[in-house]
């Protein structure tokens, strides 16, 4: 049984949104009436997932425009996210 299209559960969470702006009282509920894509990886700063996480960033406009939030998540800290996001391309971010 698939959980594609099925309403996931509300959470809260710290998070790192806007990929500047630390928040500890992230909801997914607050993007209900949005399709969400809710994708989970193993860590930042790892050989293994950055050129996924690259193309989901080069496409939010294209998200954007179809009322979808893209929304990540890994067992990272909110500081280590801050800093990948926060780190150049050519340096592992």
């Known amino acids: 049984m698939g959980l ?3 309403k996931a ?3 809260t969470a710290s998070a790192v ?4 702006k630390i928040i500890d ?4 509920s607050n993007y209900e009436g949005k399709y969400v894509v809710l994708f989970f990886y193993p860590l930042d700063f790892t050989f293994v997932c950055p050129t996924e996480l690259h193309a989901f960033q080069e496409k939010l406009s294209q998200f954007d ?3 979808t939030q893209v929304i990540g998540c890994s067992v990272d800290s ?3 996210h801050y800093a990948w ?3 150049p391309i050519e340096k592992g971010g």
Request: glycine share 8%; charged share 35%; aromatic share 8%.
């Open 4 to 6: 594609t299209g099925k």
């Open 9 to 11: 559960p509300d959470f």
């Open 17 to 20: 949104i806007e990929g500047k």
């Open 25 to 28: 009282d992230f909801k997914l």
């Open 65 to 67: 425009s179809k009322n």
């Open 78 to 80: 909110k500081h280590t």
């Open 85 to 87: 996001l926060n780190t």
